[in-house]
């Protein structure tokens, strides 16, 4: 069984910083991706940043030059900073990870279960 708990959502003014934190635990072999996504109320769920094994990164365009995506493998953790803030990047964040569970199985998705993010003055 795998676990994703996600931290450091809250409420931040506009132009704000927020940093979110990600940690898988339980029985995990390797991880391939990792990713953070979001869901503002009345939209569907979106993609917000990327990063494979290698390193490799990708953003939506209303993130990029704003929040950076990073990893600790040692620690299977993702994070998300998130700076200069706006009202519209108001959300919940999950954190979505490729996980395969033993060396013989194939990897599958697991979420985290979520974090309130809010941006207001």
């Known amino acids: 069984q795998v676990q994703l708990v996600e931290s450091g959502g809250g409420l931040v003014q506009p132009g704000g910083s927020l940093r979110l934190s990600c940690a898988a635990s339980?029985?995990?072999?390797?991880?391939?991706?990792m990713g953070w996504y979001r869901q503002a109320p009345g939209k569907q769920r979106e993609l917000v940043a990327h990063i494979t094994s290698g390193g490799s990164t990708n953003y939506a365009d209303s993130a990029k030059g704003r929040f950076t995506i990073s990893k600790d493998n040692a620690k299977n953790t993702v994070y998300l900073q998130m700076n200069s803030l706006k009202p519209e990047d108001t959300a919940v964040y999950y954190c979505?990870?490729?996980?395969?569970?033993?060396?013989?199985?194939?990897?599958?998705?697991?979420w985290g279960q979520g974090t309130q993010v809010t941006v207001s003055s």
């Open positions: 339980g029985s995990i072999f390797s991880i391939y991706t």
């Open positions: 979505k990870m490729e996980i395969k569970t033993s060396r013989y199985s194939g990897p599958s998705y697991y």
